[in-house]
């Protein structure tokens, strides 16, 4: 069963200025003795676990959104929010370090945060869609698989409202505790089985998993707005899965597959 959406009772919403989501309290503390950033083979910084302060990841972000616009993300509203987004808030303190790194982390329960370079791929894609409004943001959307919330907080950024559903009970909390701190009042954080969509926010201008299964539920081509975009991992040849894009319209629906990915399996049920 799915919950309904809670809605905070504080309107605050991200302040760009504080260079993150990290809640204002963490921004406020006294600034750490500048601790030197260790680089990766692949030239990226690696922000030492003891240094995972707002400030400290600013150069972080933007190498990861260097790296993101050399791969060819090029949409300023996803470029931005993928800058402004602390990852590191979202993994276990041991992963710290590798936050900012382009790669898939554990969250617990077999699962894992997206590689930042696939959420901002899908992120744009999904922006590419029909239904922008005069600020460039999507309005409504539906985030499946919540995971640690990185990726519905990111969205929050660049869409009006985010509803984001998961089905591991734990994961939902583990989200629900990264966001409570930041404050964010749009986006909803919902725990239900996402295979069935989540009507309640119907009609959605974009729809995107994190999971992927062997077709696109027709639950979310119902629910998806005409001129809506759903972006998701499904089964290609066994064993694999690709990247599709489908677009609906009054005429009907049009499917793109594009490359190949590896996403956890969508499944169904509440556990
Ligand atoms: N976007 C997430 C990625 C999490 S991995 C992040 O930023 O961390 C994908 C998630 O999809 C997993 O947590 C998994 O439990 C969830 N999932 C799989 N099938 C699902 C379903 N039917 N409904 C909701 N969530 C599902």
Redesign the pocket.
């Known amino acids: 069963m799915a919950t309904p959406p809670q809605r905070p009772g504080f309107p605050a919403r991200i302040d760009l200025g504080r260079g993150g989501t990290t809640p204002p309290a963490r921004a406020a503390a006294p600034r750490p003795a500048p601790v030197r950033a260790a680089v990766t083979g692949d030239g990226l910084p690696v922000v030492p676990a003891a240094a995972s302060t707002v400030r400290d990841s600013i150069p972080a972000r933007a190498r990861m959104v260097q790296q993101l616009m050399a791969e060819g993300i090029s949409d300023p509203l996803v470029l931005r929010a993928m800058g402004t987004v602390d990852r590191h808030h979202?993994v276990d303190g041991a992963l710290v370090p590798q936050a900012y790194e382009d790669t898939?982390l554990p969250?617990g329960?077999?699962?894992?945060?997206?590689k930042p370079s696939v959420?901002a791929r899908m992120l744009e894609l999904l922006m590419q869609g029909g239904l922008r409004g005069d600020n460039g943001k999507l309005g409504r959307v539906l985030?499946?698989?919540?995971?640690?919330?990185?990726?519905?907080?990111?969205m929050g950024q660049i869409c009006e409202e985010v509803y984001?559903?998961?089905?591991?009970r734990d994961?939902h909390e583990k989200?629900r505790a990264n966001l409570r701190p930041m404050r964010i009042a749009n986006v909803h954080l919902i725990l239900?089985?996402?295979?069935?969509g989540f009507a309640k926010g119907a009609p959605y201008a974009g729809i995107?998993?994190?999971?992927g299964?062997e077709a696109v539920p027709d639950a979310w081509i119902d629910q998806l707005a005409y001129g809506g975009r759903i972006v998701a991992p499904v089964a290609a040849a066994p064993g694999q899965q690709a990247l599709i894009v489908i677009d609906k319209s009054r005429q009907g629906i049009r499917q793109t597959v594009l490359e190949a990915v590896n996403?956890?399996?969508?499944?169904?049920?509440?556990?």
């Open positions: 979202f898939a969250i329960l077999g699962q894992t945060i997206s959420v985030d499946i698989g919540t995971g640690c919330g990185y990726q519905a907080v990111v984001s559903i998961e089905r591991l994961l989200a239900g089985d996402g295979m069935a995107v998993a994190a999971a299964g996403f956890v399996p969508l499944k169904s049920g509440v556990a």
